[in-house]
């Protein structure tokens, strides 16, 4: 019997559509759940954070201008693709965290089924948040949600399941994403880059960085042009903080730290927190 | 009082006709020489300094106020507190709506006295205090009291969460631009959902505040469940920073807002935040002309352009913008800029000495940076605080008028070509508060409603509001709705 080496895959980061190497050249260890080595992941810099906030910007326009059933069935895509893929998956959840078999498949099938959930989101999300209004005057009036543009979102530590439940709401309504991976477990986020990188989701509407959050969010938090900052993954008070504070500069979306339990029922608010309520007036008459 | 030639009204060069004068009395309110603060259902005296307020129509010293300081803002939380626990939360939303619809009756009853007042220590025209202010600050009343009893029909909970909760303590910090019509918006759907707050007026405008307490008192309303602190930035501050208040509510500058937010970071109070504007008002060659121009003047001179909606930009299309500027300026001419108390006043007074210097400032860096500027001949009175009506021509995009919220009555007139130019310059801002939209093409303006920016798009009208209609910004103009059914959403867990 020969023996094979195996072909390991470079671990890069997700900006724009593409895998790029992180410009700063840094990389750094990722072991297993035992402690060994698994790979090097791509230790994203300040400039890669621009360039993907870059990215996530110009995908904006496009992907909040396609109807909400286009952007429904795209999200529904990843979901497939996701499923065609599982085994994959369910076997590096099991390495990097060092899950049972039964355990990697719970979380695989939830993160494919949310996927599903959100995707049906997409054109219903406007009538249950959006009203007409009945105002003392003869004017048509009604409000509906739009994107508030750009988010940054620091992942929880889930590489999987984590990484969808707060990406997925926030793509599903038009915005575009920066995400900063589970520092700990980056490599299943970059592969589900892969996943979505074929997919039909446009290049840019979601940008995956890895590395470290404390060196990477406060770029991100302080961006003139990103719109709202999603701290679900921080987990140091401190660092959640000053995050808040340098959001305030121009007056980001800010959804506080805090995960609640992945398998449960996903809160609304992963969606409205990143919606806008635009109201318009017309007068009526003949 | 002042002689009534100081306050006589101006700008009526060209016109075949003079108006005599119509003031509305003003022996229907009673002005007392000073005021406390009103905590836990009585006025108490404040502990720190006291200011004055004054008219700034005439720069008289209209009476003497509180200035609320850390240990006043302290008592009127713990009050705050306490009614939030032992009766407000307790109690049935019908029966809070009950108190709520009693403080709409009384605010319509005693609605004249609240115009007269408002015109008085702000300077806004009697007539848009009288139609305006007064008559929507019963409506929001009105229209949250119903919502009290319906809090679970709001789509704010699920079947796992049980019905909505209230927060508990609300801080609330309000401009003068709007005094009542503001505290309206903050208390009503604050109590409606069953919290208590504490809010401060601005410090130029403290008076229809405190004739609030008087109606709180009268509805009988429980101790505690509304206090009023009169401050400035200080008192403001210390509401916004005390452990105990549980929601931070704020209208205001843009720069204050950004403080609040770095203030409330890392705490689990939640926020909402009605901040400035630069609205485009953007009017099309297929525009019915005469109407928009009636919305550009209301868009800019309305409450003397101290308003965070103002169109401020008007963005006129360039085939037809000879046409808009020579009618705009014929109608300018028209406006009566004088005693807010006089009922054929258009245009009232600038509301402080600060803000006018602000006024004159930006103006004169428009100038300064090349744009062109006019305005009608306008006899403005000798005491007081007064701004002419004013337009700037040739403005660029860079231009300071262009870019910084001047809250006063000055227009920039920037032409454009195309719809797409139009919303790129529209969007062109930090500021996402409103937008106007004039043409007669349908499908245009829905087109032009869903590319701008901004959370509230007037199309072939603009400075409406309801209490249904949901009202706030994109971006830099804060975050939050107030009104409607989404102005629940501040104030519920």
């Known amino acids: 019997m020969s023996t094979r080496l195996d072909v390991k895959k470079t671990y890069k980061l997700y900006i724009g559509g593409d895998f790029p190497r992180s410009e700063s050249g840094r ?177 840019g509407v979601v940008n995956v960085l890895t590395g470290s959050v404390a ?71 003949i | 009082m002042p002689p009534t030639d100081s306050t006589a009204t101006g700008s009526t060069t060209g016109f075949e006709f003079e108006y005599s004068p119509a003031p509305e009395a003003r022996s229907i309110v009673d002005i007392k020489p000073s005021y406390g603060l009103f905590v836990n259902g009585e006025f108490v005296d404040g502990r720190g300094r006291s200011f004055k307020t004054i008219s700034p129509s005439t720069e008289e010293v209209l009476a003497e106020i509180a200035e609320a300081d850390e240990a006043d803002v302290d008592d009127a939380v713990r009050a705050a507190r306490r009614a939030y626990t032992r009766v407000w939360s307790r109690m049935s939303g019908a029966e809070r709506g009950k108190y709520l619809f009693r403080i709409a009756r009384i605010l319509q009853e005693r609605a004249r006295e609240f115009a007269v007042l408002e015109s008085i220590d702000n300077g806004k025209p009697i007539k848009e205090s009288r139609d305006v202010d007064v008559p929507l600050a019963a409506a929001h009343f009105f229209y949250y009291a119903g919502w009290a009893d319906k809090l679970e029909y709001a789509g704010l909970s699920t079947a796992e969460s049980g019905p909505p909760k209230p927060l508990g303590v609300a801080g609330q910090v309000i401009p003068w631009n709007f005094p009542l019509l503001m505290l309206a918006w903050k208390i009503a759907p604050a109590l409606a959902c069953g919290n208590t707050v504490v809010l401060k007026p601005a410090e130029t405008t403290p008076l229809t505040a405190l004739l609030f307490a008087e109606v709180c008192q009268q509805a009988d309303l429980p101790p505690g469940v509304v206090n009023i602190l009169t401050g400035a930035g200080e008192t403001g501050r210390a509401i916004v920073a005390h452990p105990d208040v549980d929601k931070v509510a704020f209208t205001g500058s843009t720069e204050v807002g950004r403080a609040i937010a770095k203030t409330v970071a890392g705490s689990d109070k939640k926020v909402t935040l009605e901040l400035g504007g630069k609205a485009a008002n953007i009017v099309f060659d297929d525009a019915p002309i005469d109407q928009a121009v009636e919305g550009i003047v209301n868009g800019i001179f309305f409450n003397q352009g101290h308003v965070c909606c103002a169109g401020s930009r008007l963005l006129v299309q360039e085939s037809v913008a000879e046409d808009v500027l020579a009618r705009l300026k014929r109608r300018m001419a028209t406006l009566r800029v004088g005693d807010p108390l006089d009922k054929n006043t258009d245009v009232g007074t600038i509301n402080s000495a600060e803000q006018l210097a602000k006024i004159r400032e930006l103006s004169d860096i428009g100038e300064a940076e090349g744009a062109g500027r006019w305005s009608p001949p306008c006899d403005l009175p000798n005491h007081g605080y007064w701004f002419p009506p004013t337009i700037f021509t040739g403005v660029s995009q860079a231009h300071r008028i262009a870019r910084e919220e001047i809250f006063g009555p000055v227009l920039s007139v920037i032409t454009f070509r195309t719809p797409k130019e139009a919303v790129e310059k529209a969007n062109n801002t930090p500021f996402g508060l409103s937008a106007g939209v004039w043409s007669d093409k349908g499908s245009r303006i829905l087109w032009m409603a869903s590319q701008l920016r901004a959370g509230v798009v007037w199309s072939n009208t603009f400075n409406k509001f309801d209490p249904a209609s949901p009202f706030g910004g994109y971006k830099e103009s804060g975050y939050g709705r107030e009104g409607g059914r989404h102005g629940l959403e501040g104030y519920l867990k």
Request: charge should be negative; include cysteine; glycine fraction near 8%.
């Open chain 1, 27 to 203: 990389t750094y260890v990722v072991n297993d759940a035992k402690g060994s080595f698994l790979a090097n992941a791509a230790q994203a810099s300040r400039k890669d954070a621009r360039d993907a906030v870059k990215a996530a910007r110009s995908a904006f326009g496009g992907w909040s201008g396609r109807t909400a059933y286009n952007r429904g069935q795209v999200v529904y895509r990843i979901a497939e693709v996701l499923e065609g893929r599982r085994e994959q998956f369910e076997t590096e959840l099991r390495a990097a965290e060092g899950l049972t078999a039964a355990k990697a498949r719970t979380y695989v099938d939830a993160a494919i089924d949310r996927l599903v959930w959100y995707a049906g989101w997409a054109d219903k999300i406007a009538q249950v948040t959006g009203s007409a209004n009945a105002v003392a005057g003869p004017y048509f009036n009604h409000s509906a949600p739009e994107p508030s543009g750009v988010v940054a979102i620091v992942a929880p530590s889930g590489p999987l399941l984590g990484l969808v439940s707060v990406v997925a709401p926030v793509i599903v309504t038009g915005n575009t994403c920066v995400v900063i991976a589970s520092e700990p477990h980056p490599l299943t986020a970059i592969t589900l880059g892969e996943v979505m990188a074929t997919s039909d989701l446009p290049g």
């Open chain 1, 215 to 285: 060196e990477v969010a406060p770029w991100l938090a302080s961006h003139m042009d990103v719109n709202g900052l999603d701290l679900t993954g921080v987990t140091d008070p401190e660092l959640a903080r000053d995050l808040e504070v340098a959001a305030a500069e121009n007056l980001k979306r800010v959804r506080r730290p805090g995960l609640e339990d992945l398998l449960a029922a996903p809160p609304l608010d992963r969606m409205t927190r990143f919606l806008e309520t635009k109201t318009v007036w017309h007068p009526m008459g």
